[in-house]
């Protein structure tokens, strides 16, 4: 199965956001799940009626399903947070590859920022985190991560302007990006000098909150031949995921997330490639520290090394390994599940298509994380097939 439903044999063949993100107080989490899902349909030359498989985090799927009058054979309603969508395309490869599924569409949408028909976030007091997180006062993500964050600079001699040029690296993809929340360019001092929501982090620092969606379309590499646009189809290469705790305290390592090291190992594996095969990279960004994590996790760039590593420009335009180039969450948009958007900027990346355009580019790694260091999600996807 795990070669089966890698080295290209699976291919995303629709791939498109809501029509607009940002502020979208015209739907409810509901319609910004089927306003991305009919995009990505139409972009890959199908209809609901094709769809036999669906994938969705934050609505049971069967709700999105039925609004958009699909009759699913196979349903996957994994939740881990902001890396669910990278899990969903690894299991709907595998859903593909065994047959259980023809194609398979994955759908998100949160009302963010608006919070139309949003559920509210009611953490159980009786969970861990209710009982040994929550009653400390951690309880938003930025009160969160300002443990391991602290923890991961301590560690290698950093300081908060590493933090910094990350979020001045991201806004430099993002001001010519229309679509994006922060388009204004930006400079260390301005980032430091931002009000601070929790030390370590100031405002820049902290992912923008959005409304928005985004929507997937998966089927097999013999499918993608026939249809609409055969040539812009994205073939899955390799994929990994894994999880740790839903406690942050409680990390094995404060330094360094166990899930990335997994997810990646095994994304790495599957798709017989290693790290100087790599083009571009997606890692998700909700708080600056998150790509420094992610650079030294993945294995792109030795410990210590990763703050340097962006500060010398080595993820901008025309460098060694481009990164975020939509400008990430902290710059583009985040709704509060950012993994869609990164897949959605490395297919784009990958047909040529991006507003911010990687030369001569052939693979993507897309790393997500779920729940503050809980679950990790990784793809390699290819515009070309092996």
Known sequence: ?????????????????????????????????????????????????????????????????????????????????????????????????????????????????????????????????????????AQAPYSLFTLPALRFLKERGMTIEHLAHVCVAQRAWATSNPRAQRRKPTTVDEVLSGPTIAYPFTRDMCCVVTDGGGALVMTSAARARDLKHPKRAVYLLGSGEAAEGTLISQMADLGSFRGFRQSAKEAFQTAGLAHADIDHLMGYDAFAHLPLYILEDLGFVKKGESGDFIAEGHTAKNASLPMNTNGGGLSYTHSGMYGMFAIQEAVRQLRGEAIEQVENITTSFVQGVGMFFAAAGSLILSNQRP
């Open 1 to 137: 199965m795990t070669a089966s439903m890698h080295r290209g044999n699976v291919a995303i063949v629709g791939a498109s956001e809501t029509t607009t993100i940002g502020v979208r107080e015209d739907l409810s989490v509901l319609g910004l799940h089927a306003e991305a899902a009919l995009n990505a349909l139409a972009d890959a030359g199908l209809s609901p009626q094709d769809v036999d498989g669906i994938a969705t985090a934050g609505l049971p799927a069967m709700e999105v399903s039925h609004h958009l009058g699909v009759a699913p054979r196979w349903l996957d309603g994994t939740a881990v947070g902001g890396c669910s969508f990278m899990l969903h395309v690894r299991h709907a490869a595998a859903a593909i590859a065994s047959g259980a599924a023809e194609v398979v569409l994955i759908t998100h949408g949160e009302s963010g920022r608006s919070r139309i028909d949003a559920p509210p976030w009611l953490p159980s007091l009786s969970s861990p985190f209710g009982q040994f997180e929550l009653v400390y006062g």
